[in-house]
């Protein structure tokens, strides 16, 4: 047989095969169904790194925080501050002394004890001037840190500060050990219920059950977990429906939510999270500058439409920079409600009779085209033309709008719980100069008694809601698609995470 | 014939060259500064240079690209600045997905292709002909994510046969993985057996009617053997070199079908690093990409040598 | 003509069908006889449907061609046979020569291996046996070097090897009839003698019944004991080749004989026919020649001269020559 | 013997329909045609203005709201597809015709300059063709911004190699031709030459090659604002609806399906007209029964 035909042949008996394989595939129908220990967690977006101390990105914290790392204190699924590794604490009066009792007999996952010394490595390691710790303003206000004993830590501070505790429970606060911080971005060690076993890049990162937990009160009820990477909500949906997946705490597409509803073996929780929707504009250029064009073209916008149209109709309207889940929050929708004829008149009034151009820098995530869209007819309405530029995000979205603030109008969703004090911060994308706004912030952040607190951010939000620096749109919703018979898991987000301390199977 | 291969192989290492500078430059003019993403909109900018100086984003471009190229030539590619692991074992990682994909797309496409090209080249202006030319154009007509999407609905959602995407990892099975490929692979598939069964009947009709066809037949071999012993071997060199542009458009344009499976192929390695400016994977995948493309288009070329014996001049 | 004749054509007809529709008639009335072991000779202008004759005996007519009539070969009508057992008969019991050696050999398989392939497939022999049996052909047909030239491919060739590969492909089997269409003519005229020679010898020694087609009246002369003329695709004239040379009967025989180039002491114009031949669909009325026939009369364009005996072993198709040979 | 009389029957009617004998070039001509009218329509008529959203009337099913239902927006399918068309379709244009032309230009002189100048465009077309087409086409975006000039951009670069290696594989066979020799030899000078000479011997081959790389476009298109890559809103492209509607597959499937059958259908006219062009001119296909 000339080894010319033998190719030809070849192929063909290649290609019987080929197909003949893919038959037998087909009709094997290969699914494992889940064993009830086991947890498989879908998430859309991929961490870069395993280390939350290190870099910003909210999904590392999804991972890892609370699962892997522990930090001093927590934050519990209400927001609330609540003791970790360390037992208890005090504060001194004057409010710049803080005394922590630490947990005994906590391991890291490598074997290395924690105590005192740890805990000071690692906030130090925080705030060093090497660190690249994305929130290494947390741990501006502390002065000096000393450990007296194995079991007690002290932070003196260099001035008031009455976020410290809270922010001590972020992720980006967590505790890591002297030897494993190094390479906690590729192989996470921590005091966690969960150790690291693997990870496939752009695929799934696999934990499973840390016998030695110290805390022993907590009953686990998972001995494996997998955190699969479905960027795609149609592969979020198929991979839900066909069993691949047990659970999708945030679902991607809001569209496809009633595609659940007839689904026995599924369940879906509406919570909400602290991802507000803002147009922000730019304070310091025409005509942004004028307060009554901010206002007017507040008042062009329908709120609920664009929920409608954006979101399917999942998530709040929200006046200010402040949503229903944090503390001390105001319904100030009703500032500057939807009324064209006014926002019309108001345009007049502010020199613009016929209206005026700009354009809007949209990232390419769908919440912002969407309503990017239904906000370029509302406006239409009031003889404003706005153009829409889509900008790649991150890179060129942080270039143009937040380093550059080369912009006319933007619009993002701001992931950081109670970040209300941005728009005290200089420089700062918005350009907003409120010396009242920012002498509030100062005022919050001086006192420690929080009934003052939340009096204090009442009066911020109504500043802005009056002042309008940005379109205040909407809070998107957690939308959590999960197993009927999976139980344990946090219906709101008041920090991003995945918390799986109390997650178990109930048939 | 040992000048020629040689002066060919000179030739591609140039252009090689060629395309490390186009992207190292590329990636270098790309808006967007990898630091400030990586740490986010709050990072203060001590922080951001510390982090521009580990990455060494701080020195000169003619340094960095020689660093860069002296790296890859030693077979060193860098770590990679999002994910902080060598970016050589990224690829390697990535290409267990792509490849073994892309393989099984071409061996799909070829299974339908060459038997419906000989077949309506056989038979032409037969019923044969005319429904495997429909066929054809419609194969190539739909977009390809387009069918992956429907074959999702289909198999996995509504039958749940199969998986509805995502990849288990070799070492977690050969059975299980192949299946989670098999979808991908027929929507791969399509499209390029749409365009093979065409050159496939263009290239046998070529030679079909060529006198030594008729010899064979001469010689006492039914029609088949004479189309399949004869007639095809000759018309396998515009089918090689089809083959090989699709191997290679397999491994680089997946990315979308990798998207719809959800499947950690090189193709989204790519678009990530993208998005996120990971520019030491992005500059070591598309020069992976080239090496591949050169490397196919040379082997494609030694096939013909194999292929057409009048190519190899005096063979002894 | 003693017992059943090896081969016998009756009545053989064939018409191609026409891309733009309808039929077009290119054989008519073809017939003749063959014993084993003779030589017949097919002669005729290029054009005169002469290949067509050959290729459909072997029942390789290109798609748009039908055949009617009857090809008797070893008692079964080769016309009336499936291509299944057509295919058991070519090769192994009729072997072909075709006319161009640059293209009639597969470029992209070994001589060695196309001569075996024929054995392989008839005879199921193992390619190891088959391809030892290759090599003596090419021995056979005076191939120098034969075992190293079976492993080389045919661009490695010259003209004249080619062709003597196609010999050695044809007698592999041992054929009964070997059919050469125009098997010289793409060759230069040294090799073309030496190729004829081997034709020959191997055509004695095997005992093969040979149907040479050719527009070559020297290579008629010195290969056929019998010859057939044709023209516009029907049969002028048949009988020995001595005496269809010497004593031709058909005007058209006789045109074609003055036509061969001869050097001429006088110096005037070589002869030729007036008029060229005729595409079949424009043929004249009658006698297919009478537009040109130097000797035409009134009835020659009444209807078509029919085939006539004038005495044993000859035949002819002309009203004329009748008449002649009846004074 | 009986006579024989001869028997030519007269070929069929004149002209056998130009259906029967050209299916391809009728067909896909038929297609691009309707396509083109539609396309100029939608810049003065469309039902409903494509833009315009009633969120009330969002994802209702054909012929409950318009002749095609709406979209997650409350828009007019049907507009948008019409609308969809022109920009589609004068993408795929714009970037073809800068692709051929380039493509051809670069082609022709590398086919008549030859040495240095050859070898060096040769090589371009080889860095082209190494760098991966999709993801060259994000850089793209990436560097230039999405939008419809980048859309035509990406599309266009790719398509240069593979206009300049068709044509000068064409142009040296033409030039290898005696009577190219000879105008050579009569003094004739490169550019002259080729205008006159290559050109119109090759244009049938460009002709063919523009129509499948126009499917082609249309193709690429969708799939670049299948990534986010193409046209900004509010210009609907076919691309971008299919884009759109991939998470609606469930509640509202034919959001995805119509603009994937106007997407296949477009490109099925395409290569069914190239396919006929092809046969129409290329002089070796027209003995070929």
Redo the contacts between chains.
């Keep these: 047989?000339?080894r010319?035909q033998s190719i030809a042949g070849g192929m063909i008996r290649l290609a019987t095969f080929g197909v003949a394989l893919s038959a037998g595939l087909l009709l094997a129908g290969v699914t494992v169904a889940a064993t009830k220990t086991s947890l498989v967690l879908g998430m859309s977006v991929e961490p870069q790194g395993l280390d939350p101390t290190v870099s910003a990105p909210v999904a590392i914290g999804q991972v890892t925080w609370q699962n892997i790392f522990e930090g001093l204190v927590a934050i519990d699924k209400d927001g609330k501050i609540v003791p970790q590794l360390a037992k208890s604490w005090e504060i001194s009066g004057d409010g710049l002394i803080y005394t922590f009792k630490l947990q005994q007999g906590v391991k890291f996952h490598d074997g290395e004890d924690f105590d005192s010394a740890v805990a000071k490595f690692a906030l130090d390691r925080a705030r060093g001037p090497e660190s690249t710790n994305g929130q290494k303003r947390f741990f501006a206000a502390i002065d000096t840190i000393d450990t007296p004993d194995k079991q007690t830590l002290v932070l003196k501070l260099k001035e008031r500060n009455g976020s410290l505790l809270y922010w001590l429970g972020w992720p980006a606060s967590v505790m890591v050990g002297t030897q494993s911080a190094a390479n906690d971005k590729t192989t996470p060690i921590g005091t966690g219920p969960f150790k690291f076993v693997s990870w496939t890049k752009g695929d799934r990162v696999e934990l499973v059950a840390n016998p030695g937990y110290w805390n022993t009160q907590t009953k686990l009820g998972l001995d494996k977990v997998t955190f699969r990477f479905i960027a795609d909500a149609q592969a979020q949906a198929a991979a839900l429906k066909s069993g691949d997946v047990d659970a999708f705490p945030e679902f991607a597409a809001p569209e496809m939510m009633e595609g659940f509803k007839e689904d026995t073996e599924l369940v879906t929780v509406i919570g909400n999270t602290e991802l507000k929707v803002v147009a922000g504009m730019n304070n310091t250029r025409k005509p942004f500058d004028d307060k009554r064009v901010r206002q007017a073209l507040m008042m062009a916008i329908d709120r609920s439409t664009v929920i409608d149209g954006a979101w399917s109709g999942f998530g709040t309207a929200i006046g200010s920079h402040y949503t229903p889940n944090d503390r001390g929050y105001i319904d100030l929708t009703g500032t500057y409600p939807y009324d064209p004829e006014k926002a019309k008149a108001l345009l007049a009034e502010a020199g613009y009779p016929n209206g005026f151009t700009f354009t809007i820098k949209t990232p390419q995530m769908p919440y912002a085209p969407r309503s990017a869209e239904i906000m370029q007819a509302m406006f239409a309405e009031i003889g404003v033309t706005m153009t829409i530029e889509p900008t790649e995000f991150p890179a060129k979205w942080v270039q143009d709008v937040f380093k550059g603030t080369d912009y006319d109008m933007t619009i993002v969703a701001h992931a950081e719980p109670m970040d209300i004090d941005i728009y005290a911060r200089d420089p700062y994308y918005f350009n907003y100069k409120n010396p009242a706004f920012t002498d509030v912030i100062k005022k919050i952040e001086l006192t420690a008694d929080t009934v003052e607190q939340e009096k204090l951010y009442g009066e911020a939000q109504k500043i802005l809601a009056d002042d309008v620096p940005a379109l205040f749109l909407f809070v998107m919703p957690k939308l959590g698609v999960w197993n009927a018979k999976l139980k344990g898991l946090w219906e709101n987000e008041p920090i991003p995470s995945n918390v799986l301390t109390d997650v178990h199977w109930e048939d | 014939m040992i000048v020629l291969l040689l002066r060919r192989l000179s030739s591609l290492l140039l252009t090689l060259l060629a395309v490390s500078a186009l992207i190292f430059i590329v990636m270098d003019v790309l808006p967007g500064d990898p630091a400030a993403i990586m740490l986010g909109t709050s990072a203060s900018p001590d922080t951001l240079a510390a982090l521009r100086h580990e990455l060494g984003l701080d020195q000169p471009l003619i340094i960095r690209y020689a660093l860069w190229l002296g790296g890859v030539v030693t077979g060193d590619l860098g770590n990679s600045y999002t994910y902080g692991v060598p970016v050589a074992g990224l690829i390697a990682e990535r290409l267990a997905v792509t490849l073994p994909l892309a393989l099984f797309a071409i061996v799909l496409s070829v299974a339908i292709a060459i038997p419906l090209g000989v077949a309506s080249a056989a038979r032409r202006n037969s019923a044969v002909d005319y429904a495997a030319a429909f066929v054809s154009q419609l194969f190539i007509a739909v977009p390809g994510f387009w069918v992956g999407l429907l074959l999702v609905l289909v198999f996995s959602v509504s039958l749940g046969w199969m998986p509805s995407g995502g990849f288990p990892g070799w070492h977690g099975g050969f059975g299980s993985s192949l299946g989670a490929l098999l979808l991908p692979a027929i929507a791969l598939a399509l499209p390029q057996a749409g365009v093979l069964t065409r050159v496939t009947r263009s290239a046998v009709l070529e030679v079909l009617n060529?006198?030594?066809v008729?010899?064979?037949?001469?010689?006492?071999?039914?029609?088949r053997?004479a189309l399949w012993?004869?007639a095809v071997?000759?018309a396998l060199v515009p089918v090689v070199t089809i083959l090989g542009l699709q191997f290679t458009f397999l491994i680089a344009g997946a990315v979308l079908v990798e998207n719809v499976f959800n499947l950690p192929g090189l193709g989204r390695l790519a678009f990530q690093a993208l998005t996120q400016r990971d520019i030491i994977v992005m500059q070591d995948v598309v020069l992976f990409f080239a090496a591949l493309v050169i490397i196919m288009n040379f082997i494609v070329d030694l096939s013909y040598l194999y292929?057409?014996?009048?190519l190899?001049g005096?063979?002894? | 003509m003693t017992g059943t004749p090896l081969l016998s054509v009756e009545n053989l007809a064939v018409s191609m069908?026409?891309?733009?529709?309808?039929?077009?008639?290119i054989l008519?009335?073809v017939g003749f006889a063959l014993d084993a072991g003779e030589t017949l000779g097919v002669v005729g202008e290029s054009g005169s449907g002469k290949s067509l004759l050959s290729l459909a005996i072997?029942g390789?007519l290109p798609?748009?061609a039908t055949a009617t009539g009857r090809i008797m070969f070893e008692g079964r009508d080769l016309l009336a046979l499936d291509?299944?057992t057509l295919?058991?008969?070519?090769?192994?019991r009729v072997?072909?020569i075709?006319q161009?050696p640059m293209?009639?050999?597969?470029?992209?398989?070994?001589v060695g291996?196309q001569i075996a392939?024929?054995l392989v497939?008839?005879e199921g022999l193992s390619?190891k046996v088959a391809r030892a049996q290759a090599v003596e052909l090419l021995d056979q047909v005076r191939i120098a070097d034969a075992r190293?030239r079976a492993?080389?491919?045919p661009?490695?060739m010259s003209g004249g090897q080619r062709q003597r590969v196609?010999i050695a492909?044809?007698l592999a089997l041992k054929p009964a009839l070997m059919i050469a269409d125009e098997p010289t003519t793409a060759l230069d005229v040294t090799v073309q003698a030496e190729v004829l020679d081997i034709l020959d010898d191997l055509r004695r020694e095997y005992g093969m019944a040979l149907i040479l087609v050719s527009h070559d009246l020297g290579v008629i002369a010195r290969m056929c004991a019998r010859t057939v003329v044709m023209y516009a695709g029907r049969r002028m004239e048949e009988g020995p080749t001595r005496d269809v040379l010497t004593l031709p009967l058909n005007p058209y025989s006789r045109g074609l004989l003055r036509a061969v180039p001869k050097r001429r002491t006088d110096g005037g114009k070589l002869d030729t026919i007036p008029g060229s031949v005729p595409g079949?669909?424009r043929?004249p009325p009658g006698c297919c020649f009478s537009d040109r026939c130097p000797e035409r009369i009134a009835d020659c364009q009444e209807?078509?001269p029919?085939?006539?005996i004038p005495t044993a072993g000859r035949g002819v198709r002309c009203i004329r020559a009748m008449q002649e040979f009846a004074r | 013997?009986?006579?024989?009389?001869?028997?030519?029957?007269?070929?069929?009617a004149r002209r056998?329909s130009l259906f029967l004998r050209r299916p391809n070039l009728v067909i896909g001509g038929a297609i691009i045609a309707i396509l083109v009218i539609i396309a100029f329509v939608s810049l003065f008529w469309t039902p409903m203005p494509p833009g315009k959203m009633q969120i009330i009337h969002k994802l209702k099913p054909p012929l409950a709201q318009g002749l095609l239902g709406t979209d997650h927006f409350g828009r007019d399918v049907l507009s948008m597809l019409m609308a969809g068309a022109w920009n589609s379709l004068s993408i795929a244009t714009v970037a073809v015709a800068f692709g051929a032309s380039l493509g051809t230009l670069l082609g022709v002189t590398a086919a008549a300059r030859r040495g240095v100048f050859e070898a060096v465009a040769m090589r371009a077309n080889d860095v082209i063709f190494a760098f991966p087409p999709i993801l060259s086409a994000m850089m793209l975006g990436a560097l230039l911004g999405t939008g419809r000039f980048t859309a035509i951009i990406a599309i266009a670069v790719f398509m240069v190699p593979v206009f300049s290696r068709v044509t000068v594989s064409a142009a040296s066979q033409v030039w290898a031709r005696d009577y190219v020799l000879a105008a050579r030899a009569a003094g004739k000078g490169g550019v002259l030459i080729t205008i006159e000479h290559i050109l119109p011997n090759i244009a049938n081959q460009i002709i063919v090659q523009v129509t499948i790389q126009l499917g082609l476009a249309i193709l690429t298109e969708a799939g670049l604002s299948f990534l986010g890559l193409g046209m900004a809103p509010p210009a609907p492209t076919w691309g971008r609806m299919l884009a759109d509607a991939q998470t609606y597959l469930g509640t509202a499937p034919w959001l995805a399906i119509l603009p994937g059958l106007a997407i296949a259908l477009t490109v099925f006219g395409f290569n069914m007209l190239g396919d006929g062009l092809r046969d129409l001119l290329d002089p070796r296909e027209k003995?070929r029964?």
Aim: with cysteine; aromatic share 6%; proline share 6%.
């Design positions: 047989m000339n010319v | 060529d006198d030594f008729r010899t064979a037949r001469a010689k006492g071999l039914p029609r053997a012993r004869h071997p000759n292929l057409d014996p009048r190899r005096r063979s002894r | 069908r026409l891309p733009a529709g309808g039929q077009m008639q008519t009335d072997m390789l798609g748009a291509d299944d295919c058991s008969v070519r090769g192994k072997g072909m075709f161009e293209t009639a050999l597969n470029p992209a398989m070994t291996d392939e024929g497939w008839h390619w190293r492993q080389t491919y661009h490695e196609g492909m044809a079949f669909a043929l209807a078509e029919a085939w006539a | 013997m009986s006579a024989v009389t001869v028997t030519v029957e007269k070929p069929a056998t003995g029964t």
